[in-house]
């Protein structure tokens, strides 16, 4: 069964260092999105692609968040400087983006923490 | 905008008896509606979805939940819980493939 791919899958770093994820969707789909899931709340949405381009960061910390997937396949999440707040689950989801099939599917999540 | 509110932030319950997790949601267009069931240290994994159609929706794994336009709830139920149920379940709306707007999420916990 097709599933999506999440590196690494556990990181510590300290504030201020860079810190980047990797995320491999399903095979054939078209949209990505990046979810932040910080602990006892419901995952937010950070970024979600279409293809290779983002049509909807809003709530991306742009400062400090960048997010790329230059191919329209793999996408790669980075944070540089970290900041203490950032310490939580970073999910990846992909679907296939066309009408009459909404869902996304999950891979399972990276957990960062900072120190 | 839309958004999804979940009261119970935990629910205990004995094995083999029926449970419900609440979901509301507010939104001013249709939108479609999910429940994700998350395990310790692992992704979310949809349980079921409504997105049209008859409003009562089933999982494989005995979990059903009733669209209700006029009280705009979602309620997740099973009849007879397991201790494998124990988990993270997160009621979700979407508009589209748009992004999901999750709830704060129900802990069930399940005992013997």
């Known amino acids: 069964e097709a599933e999506v791919a999440q590196s690494p899958r556990y990181k510590i770093t300290e504030k201020s260092q860079a810190v980047a994820f990797w995320c491999d969707p399903i095979?054939?789909?078209?949209?990505l999105y990046w979810y932040r899931q910080i602990l006892g709340q419901g995952p937010e949405l950070l970024v979600q692609f279409q293809d290779e381009s983002v049509v909807d960061d809003s709530q991306l910390p742009k400062d400090r968040f960048s997010a790329e997937r230059l191919k329209g396949v793999d996408s790669t999440l980075k944070i540089q400087p970290a900041e203490l707040g950032d310490s939580a689950m970073y999910l990846c989801?992909?679907?296939?983006?066309?009408?009459?099939?909404?869902?996304?599917?999950f891979g399972p999540g990276t957990r960062l923490t900072v120190t | 905008a839309q958004s999804v509110t979940q009261l119970d932030s935990q629910v205990p319950v004995f094995e083999e008896a029926p449970v419900e997790l609440r979901c509301n949601y507010s939104s001013s267009v249709s939108v479609y509606l999910f429940w994700y069931v998350q395990y310790p240290n692992q992704g979310l994994q949809l349980l079921l979805k409504y997105l049209s159609g008859s409003t009562l929706v089933e999982s494989i794994n005995g979990f059903e939940a009733e669209f209700n336009k006029s009280q705009t709830s979602f309620h997740l139920r099973k009849p007879s819980v397991h201790i494998s149920d124990t988990a993270e379940y997160f009621c979700?709306?979407?508009?589209?493939?748009?992004?999901?707007?999750f709830g704060t999420g129900t802990r069930l916990l399940v005992s013997p």
């Open positions: 979700a709306v979407s508009i589209g493939f748009q992004k999901l707007v």
């Open positions: 095979s054939g789909h078209a949209t």
């Open positions: 989801a992909s679907s296939l983006g066309r009408e009459l099939d909404y869902e996304q599917y």
